[in-house]
């Protein structure tokens, strides 16, 4: 379906082409750039509420600024998609997210107005201050340096960090908090209390008004006359707030709250700011979803819609005639509910993902036993810590690709104290159409290099279950599960919890020649290989390893005897992975085998759904029954299941 852009924004391709338009003409070129955004989004899927909600900030920036020479980081990156339609990419958005096509995401690679790379949030602010720095250092001291930082992102600790330490440089940075008080879950902690205090505080709201344009005249009077500005601007600040301004604490020239969704008055505050050295905050209140009432009026069910009819606002789902396994998120969610009503220890714990790993039925059931801590999640596994200390068993959910922020946490504060964590791993593998910076990778190989640490990953829901049961038992100390994004493969998953033991492995069936291994979800991908192989008189063996520490040794060297070419198959990177523990084993016990792995290749992997990735990387089903087929087995008796 070809989307037509309005009038205006139909004439622009890049920033010089807004710049031609009167300011006047600003706000119908607005209407036209959200629309645009629910029109493509609408019929080819996407993030949404978020990019809605800055689209006069997006506007008015790109207006004033000479970008991309002035350097524009956007944080969490899906507010930016107005950004990308400015900036060239219009005639190609209908392939946002789809693969090989635009990622969801500003990406250096894709366009030189990309100035960092953002899939995580909360790094704007350290990236715009390094950039800053540079310049300063280049004598580039016309360049300008904004940080758009929202969503939620202004709760993790880079952000703090970075305000840290840029009060004290004194480059030309602009920090805009894109205040809509929202992630993709409603924002947590007392910074939100402290934003909100000053948002509805009417008497500093009536002062701040024209500050910005008078500092802005003063500057260019004199530096005493700026100086003394401040200094009174400062003083009756505080009397108004009646506390302290925490921005201009940190050494941050603080103007706001203003509103973000009136792109004259943005513009006229942003030419000002312009003329005012050194690091400066504004403060802009918007709406998430700005423009289409449904998701105005819930922002976090907007937040990625998927396709929806724009104009009765229906979200499309596909309908079956059967029932269909869960996701993985909802068996968790469940399960962990179940799990709690038995033992009175088990808390639940998440770094601002509450309704994206399904512990907000937790939150709702059990709200003084789980706990969403903001975009923290380092915090999240030290705090996760804390309560294991003191004999309860946290159950510390974080997206895969999230917890690469918190592996020091994890080794230092769980690990060495050998305290049962159990760290639930959500969209491990292959993300879909998040991307590179969303992929559950490397947590197979990150986690088990790890002593103390435990590391699992269940074929089935049922499996999932099971391991959140043993996890949960006395003395298991650290303990990873890891589990995809999306379906599993059960209709009948709610069965009754059931011990796994720790290291423990199983066969799937019995074969000749060939064994294939495999851990995790993808195990089913050779379920489907293995029925079309034996269609054809290829017969592997195939085991499910369950945990890739400890390994299932017995089960290891029951292979080894008896099969001299090996397939092991994992949702995960190749250098460090499975497939690396079971050629260790191998050497260490003196076997040879011809051992082939099938798993995520030494790449960054773009974004597109699972089953084209898979298939990129070599191993979804036809992958690996070409691994089969190449190693060139084949038999005439069929081997029945075990």
Known sequence: MQVKAGDLLQKINYPSDLKKLKEDELEQLCQELRQYIIDIVSVNGGHFAASLGVVELT?????????PYDQLVWDVGHQAYGHKILTGRREDFHTNRIYKGLSGFPKRGESEYDTFGVGHSSTSISAALGMAVASQYKGETDRQHVA???????????????LNHAGIENTNILVILNDNNMAIDPNVGALKEYLTDI????????????????????????????????KIEKSIKGTLLKRSNFFEALKFRYFGPIDGHDVKHLVKVLRDLRDIPGP???????????????AEKDQTKWHAPGLFDKITGEIKKIKFEKPQPPKYQDVFGHSIIELAEQNLKIMGITPAMPSGCSLNLMMKAMPNRAFDVGIAEQHAVTFSAGLATQGLIPFCNIYSSFMQRAYDQVIH?????????????DRAGIAGADGSTHHGAYDLAFMRCIPNMTVSAPMNEEELRNLMYTAQQDNMGPFVIRYPRGQGVMVDWQRPFKAIQVGKGRKICDGEDIAILTIGHIGNEAVKAIAELNAEGYYPAHYDLRFVKPLDETLLHEVF??????????????????????????????????????????????????????????????????????????????????
């Open 199 to 230: 948002t509805v505080s009417k008497p500093y709201n009536r002062f701040r008004d024209d500050i910005a344009s008078i500092l802005a005249k003063l500057s260019a009077i004199g530096p005493d006359a700026y100086n003394m500005a401040q």
């Open 148 to 162: 758009v930082i929202g969503d939620g992102a202004m709760t993790a600790g880079i952000a703090f960090e970075a």
């Open 280 to 294: 400066k905050i504004l403060h802009c209140i918007t709406t998430k979803g700005k423009g289409y009432a449904l």
């Open 59 to 67: 506007v008015a920036l790109q207006y004033v600024l000479n970008t």
């Open 413 to 425: 504060d769980v690990a060495i104290q050998k305290l049962n964590v159990v760290f639930c791993l």
């Open 561 to 642: 005897k008896k099969f001299n070419k090996v397939i092991t198959v994992e949702d995960g990177c190749l250098e460090g992975g499975m497939g690396s523990a079971v050629i260790e084993f191998m050497a260490d016990n003196n076997y040879k085998a011809n051992v082939s792995r099938l798993g995520i290749p030494d790449l960054v992997i773009e974004h597109g759904e699972q089953h084209e990735l898979w298939a990129e990387c070599g191993y979804n089903d036809q992958g690996i029954a070409s691994a089969v087929r190449n190693a060139g087995i084949k038999t005439n008796k069929h081997t029945i299941a075990s």
